[in-house]
């Protein structure tokens, strides 16, 4: 992946950060939620949210879809997972103790590592056979 690329994605990652926490933030990002709601945007975030989000993303760099999203993936755990330190770590004083009192926030770290490469991975295979059908047809149409 060039340069450009990785751009891309962590301006993605950063954009989508500042969103999260400034809607977060009438609620102590998401503290004062009850667990039903915490749980909730934890789900939507791995079964809704992400996989969307990472679909376009990776389909709009393009080349190794797989590939880009392990690099999405890193991009979307490490990068956030600064974030989230320097804000609620360092800045509210909590330090690490908020992967436990920001528990979804660990568990989209995570989350970030499962469904992106199996979007990435779904891409490519639907590419191959994509192109694997292109090829058959086009040695069809010359027989």
Not at 37 to 66: A, H, K, N
């Amino acid at each position: 992946m060039n340069i450009k690329k990785h751009l891309v994605l962590i301006t993605v990652v950063c954009v989508a950060w500042a969103v999260f926490y400034l809607i977060g933030l009438s609620s102590d990002y998401f503290l004062t939620w009850t667990t039903a709601e915490q749980m909730l945007i934890t789900w939507m975030g791995f079964f809704s949210i992400l996989p969307f989000f990472c679909f376009f993303v990776v389909v709009f760099l393009g080349g190794d879809y797989f590939k880009t999203s392990l690099w999405f993936a890193f991009y979307a755990s490490v990068e956030l997972f600064a974030f989230d330190y320097v804000v609620v770590g360092l800045i509210e004083g909590q330090g690490l103790g908020f992967l436990m009192s920001h528990w979804y926030l660990t568990i989209g770290y995570f989350e970030a590592w499962i469904v992106m490469p199996l979007v990435g991975s779904a891409l490519m295979k639907f590419k191959e056979a994509s192109f694997s059908g292109q090829k058959r047809n086009t040695m069809q149409m010359s027989i």
